[in-house]
């Protein structure tokens, strides 16, 4: 089913994303060694790691396939941030330059709201829909309804709001996250930008940590 299908890429995306982060370019069966040198702490990651190593030694004769299968997906895959599947990079040479950079931002950001592992055709679909600003939908050809004119108001109206924040930014890194023009991903970003900073120690916002983390959000 097509439910099952997307639970399968989201697996084999995270592993991907996760042999790249332990400096492997391709899945080989070498990258299960280190994988399980470097999770040695969480024993119950290991033994997974494991399973599917006895799981892929039971099917000699496919385990080339499924290596095969990978390397898709280690294509796409990125160290940090939302991987996005080779569907969905198709369905985004389809938007135009000039909002491109935008579009990707709110799909990204949609997707860590619904708790997405990888951005898939389908969460492109909801936020060009349903969230996509109606000025970047009349740019790409899209049909904007009454209701797209609506969000938009309300969009004007809150992007002006003073951006929350828990931690002190730099006067350059505020400008720069208060140009987000879609409140909840400006949010969204902030929040994440902020746990990152603190996770090393820092408690200020300067415009190098905002350009190192911006786009982890």
């Known amino acids: 089913s097509d439910y099952l299908t997307e639970i399968r890429n989201e697996s084999m995306m995270l592993v991907s994303k996760r042999v790249k982060g332990f400096g ?5 069966m070498d990258a299960f060694e280190v994988a399980k040198d470097k999770m040695r702490q969480s024993p119950r990651k290991v033994e997974v790691i494991e399973e599917i190593e006895d799981f892929l030694a039971m099917r000699t004769e496919k385990k080339d396939d499924i290596v095969e299968k990978f390397k898709n997906y280690m294509e796409v895959a990125t160290p940090q941030g939302v991987p996005w599947s080779k569907e969905a990079l198709e369905k985004m040479e389809k938007v135009p330059p000039f909002v491109l950079g935008m579009a990707k931002q709110t799909i990204e950001g949609r997707a860590r709201q619904r708790g997405d592992k990888m951005i898939t055709p389908s969460i492109i679909d909801e936020v060009f829909t349903n969230i996509m600003p109606a000025s970047a939908k009349e740019a790409m050809g899209m049909e904007v309804t009454e209701e797209d004119l609506k969000r938009d108001e309300q969009i004007d109206q809150e992007k002006d709001e003073a951006v929350e924040v828990t931690l002190k930014w730099e006067d350059d890194a505020l400008k720069k996250v208060s140009k987000i023009p879609i409140p909840f991903i400006r949010n969204m970003a902030v929040k994440r930008i902020e746990q ?15 350009e190192k983390y911006r786009f982890t959000f």
């Open 24 to 28: 492997f370019e391709e899945l080989t």
């Open 196 to 210: 990152e900073i603190s996770k090393e120690g820092k408690d200020v916002v300067t415009l190098e940590l905002f």
